[in-house]
C-alpha cells in the first residue's frame, strides 16, 4: 500500500527574521531554503485563523522570503507568529529562462515576485523593472535598491511624492517608452488589476508581441492545487495553469481584469 | 464482463462483497432514501437519494489536517447519473485530493441503471442510464432478472455466475434504446457555442435566486470546496459559487453580481469543463432544479435561444 502525503496539511516553520517594509507592509524569512523559482507562491498559515496564498519573494537560492501586506484575516496575524504553516510551492513561474531581455513592471504589493526575478537573474540578463507605487513610504525593499542597481535597470515612480522625494513621479505606464528597445522584449506584469491592463495596452501600443506578455493573476486560491475550485479565470485554475498566464492564451478571456 | 443474475444470485453477489466492504446502500427513512449501512441486498431501496451520494468522496465537513486511509466501502443503488458524477470530477481531482483520491480507490459503487425514466432527469441528453464508465453496473431488467456489467477487477465476486447471452444483452440494450427515445431531448452538444456571456438569463435568475447553495449541493459533480479554521482543525466544507465571498480577494471581487455568479455556475459546467476536461459537468440528474427554491431550471440554460433573446 502506498502511503499517501496529506497535501493539506503544512510544514509548521519558524520566522527567521522580520522586517518591517512599511506601515502595514512586512517581509519574513522562513527557516528553510527556497525551493521554488520566482512567480511560485506558497500557502501561509496560522493554525486557528486560516491559510493565505502568497507569492515567494526569494529567488531559488536564497532563503524563502515573504512580503506580506496585512489585509486579510491572516495576513494582519502572521507578523506576530514565532512559527507559521508553509506548504507549496505552487504555480508556475516567469518564463525568465527563454527571454534574454525583459522588461519587469510591478505595481505596489505585486514587487515580491519581481524582487526575487532580480535576485535569481543576478544581472546576467537585460533586466528593466518599473516599479510603482502610490506614495514614497509605500516602496518595499528600499535598503535594497543599491544592490538591485547593479542586478537590474531600475526605475522607481510613485504616484504622489513628498517632500523627501526626488524620483519620478507618475503611473508605471508613463516610463514604459523609455525603456530601450522595447518592442524585442518579454514583459512580466504584476500588480493591481488596473495597472496590468493599462500597461498591457501600452506595451501592445509599443509593438510587443501578445505572446511575450505575460502577467501574474491574483485569484482566491485556496487548496493551490486544483482542487477546490476557488481561483479559475476562464476554463485555468490560477494555482495550477497560471499564476503566470501568457497574454495571448488569457487576452479573450472574460474576468481576467477584475 | 457481463453477467446474468438472478435475485437469489444478487443476494450473493451481496455477501461475497459485504466479506471484503463495508456495504451501504439507499435505504428508506422517513420516506427519504438515503445512503445508510446495510446488512442485506433486500433492505436496499432502488430510487434516486434525497442527496447525491457525494459525501462519499467529498467531506461535507471534515479536518484536511488529519489523513487516515479510508475503509473499503461498497455503495450499493447508486444512480448512473450521480455515479458519472465521480468519473467527470476525476478529471480534474483525482490524483490531487489526498482525502478523495484514497476514498475512490477504495470505493466500489454498484450503480443500478434505470430503466424507466424518472419525472425530471435527463440523462439521455448526456448518452443516457447505461454507462461506459462503471466499477459494477446493475440493470434490473425484468422481475428476476440482473445483467451485470462488472469491471475486471472485480470478477473474482462473479465466480460461477453465468456470463450473459447475446439475447440477454440485446434485450437490455432494446430497452436502453427505449428509455432514451421516450425521455425529452435537450440538445447539449454545441451549448459551449449558444451560451452567450450577456444573455438576459443571468440576469432573470439573479432576480430570483435566494442564494442557498441548493444547487451545488445537490450536483453530483459540483466539487468545490471552502477551507476554514476552528480551533485546531482546518474544516473543509462544501462550497458555492453562487455565494459573493467564493472568489473575493484582496485585490477585489471578479464576480460582485449575482448574475456574474450564476453565469459562472452554467459556464462552468458548460463551456469551461467542456474546454479543459472535454465534458461537460453535468450528468442530466435534474438535481440543481428539483432542490431550486426558486425553480431555476438548468434545462432552460441548455435550450435557451441565445441568438434570439
Not at chain 1, 544581472?123 to 514614497?136: C, E, F, H, N, Q
Not at chain 1, 504622489?160 to 518592442?183: A, F
Not at chain 2, 444512480?79 to 466500489?108: E, H, W
Request: glycine share 8%; proline share 4%; with cysteine.
Amino acid at each position: 500500500m502506498t502511503t499517501i502525503m496529506n497535501s493539506f496539511k503544512p510544514h509548521e516553520k519558524r520566522i527567521a527574521r522580520k522586517i518591517k517594509e512599511t506601515t502595514d507592509i512586512f517581509t519574513i524569512e522562513i527557516d528553510m531554503e527556497s525551493n521554488s523559482y520566482p512567480g511560485q507562491f506558497y500557502e501561509l498559515s496560522i493554525l486557528g485563523i486560516g491559510e493565505a496564498p502568497i507569492s515567494a519573494a526569494s529567488s531559488s537560492s536564497e532563503k524563502l522570503k515573504f512580503t506580506i501586506r496585512s489585509i486579510g484575516h491572516v495576513t494582519s496575524k502572521i507578523f506576530e507568529q514565532d512559527v507559521i504553516g508553509v506548504r507549496g510551492p505552487y504555480g508556475n513561474y516567469w518564463p525568465f529562462k527563454e527571454y534574454d531581455r525583459i522588461l519587469a513592471i510591478a505595481g505596489g504589493i505585486g514587487i515580491p515576485p519581481i524582487r526575487a526575478l532580480i535576485h535569481e537573474l543576478e544581472g546576467k540578463k537585460d533586466l528593466w523593472v518599473i516599479y510603482g507605487a502610490r506614495t514614497p513610504s509605500d516602496l518595499v525593499y528600499k535598503y535594497e535598491f543599491d544592490q538591485w542597481r547593479n542586478k537590474a535597470n531600475l526605475i522607481l515612480t510613485v504616484d504622489r511624492g513628498d517632500e523627501s522625494w526626488n524620483g519620478k513621479v507618475g503611473l508605471v505606464t508613463k516610463y514604459i517608452p523609455e525603456i530601450p528597445d522595447l518592442k524585442n522584449m518579454a514583459a512580466f506584469l504584476i500588480g493591481p488589476p488596473i495597472m496590468m491592463e493599462n500597461s498591457v495596452k501600452d506595451l501592445l501600443k509599443y509593438g510587443l508581441q501578445p505572446e511575450n506578455i505575460f502577467l501574474s493573476l491574483e485569484r482566491r486560491m485556496e487548496c493551490g492545487f486544483g482542487v477546490c475550485g476557488h481561483c479559475n479565470v476562464g476554463h485555468f485554475y490560477v494555482c495550477e495553469d497560471g499564476p503566470i498566464f501568457r497574454y495571448s492564451e488569457v487576452s479573450n478571456l472574460p474576468e481576467l481584469f477584475l | 464482463m457481463i453477467y446474468s443474475l438472478n435475485a437469489e444470485e444478487m443476494a450473493q453477489l451481496y455477501e461475497r462483497i459485504s466479506k471484503e466492504f463495508e456495504t451501504y446502500g439507499t435505504v428508506d427513512i422517513e420516506g427519504d432514501l438515503t445512503f445508510s449501512r446495510i446488512e442485506s441486498h433486500d433492505e436496499l431501496r432502488i430510487g434516486r437519494s434525497d442527496k447525491p451520494p457525494k459525501e462519499f468522496l467529498i467531506g461535507r465537513n471534515e479536518n484536511v489536517l488529519v489523513f487516515t486511509e479510508p475503509n473499503k466501502k461498497a455503495v450499493f443503488g447508486v444512480m448512473s447519473c450521480d455515479l458519472k458524477g465521480f468519473y467527470i470530477m476525476d478529471k480534474q481531482i483525482y490524483g490531487k485530493d489526498p482525502f478523495y483520491t484514497a476514498r475512490r480507490d477504495n470505493t466500489v459503487f454498484i450503480n443500478y441503471v434505470c430503466t424507466e425514466p424518472c419525472e425530471t432527469g435527463f440523462c439521455s441528453s448526456f448518452g443516457g442510464p447505461l454507462l461506459n464508465d462503471y466499477q459494477i453496473q446493475v440493470i434490473n431488467y425484468e422481475n428476476d432478472k440482473y445483467l451485470i456489467y462488472a469491471d475486471d477487477a472485480y470478477k473474482s465476486f462473479f465466480e460461477g455466475f453465468k456470463q450473459a447471452s447475446k439475447e440477454e444483452i440485446s434485450k437490455v440494450e432494446k430497452l436502453m434504446h427505449n428509455f432514451n427515445m421516450k425521455q425529452k431531448k435537450h440538445e447539449v452538444e454545441g451549448i459551449e457555442n449558444r451560451i452567450k456571456w450577456n444573455s438576459k438569463l443571468w440576469d432573470e435568475y439573479a432576480k430570483i435566486c435566494i442564494q442557498c447553495g441548493a444547487c451545488n449541493y445537490s450536483c453530483p459533480t459540483c466539487y468545490c470546496f471552502d477551507l476554514n479554521d476552528v480551533g485546531e482543525e482546518r474544516i473543509r466544507e462544501w462550497d458555492s459559487c453562487i455565494l459573493a465571498g467564493f472568489t473575493k480577494t484582496s485585490a477585489g471581487n471578479p464576480r460582485e453580481s449575482l448574475a456574474s455568479r450564476l453565469r459562472q455556475r452554467f459556464y462552468h459546467k458548460f463551456v469551461y469543463y467542456k474546454k479543459s476536461k472535454g465534458e461537460y459537468l453535468c450528468t442530466g440528474c435534474n438535481r440543481c432544479t428539483d432542490d431550486c427554491p426558486v425553480d431555476i431550471e438548468i434545462k432552460e440554460v441548455i435550450d435557451h435561444d441565445y441568438n434570439n433573446e
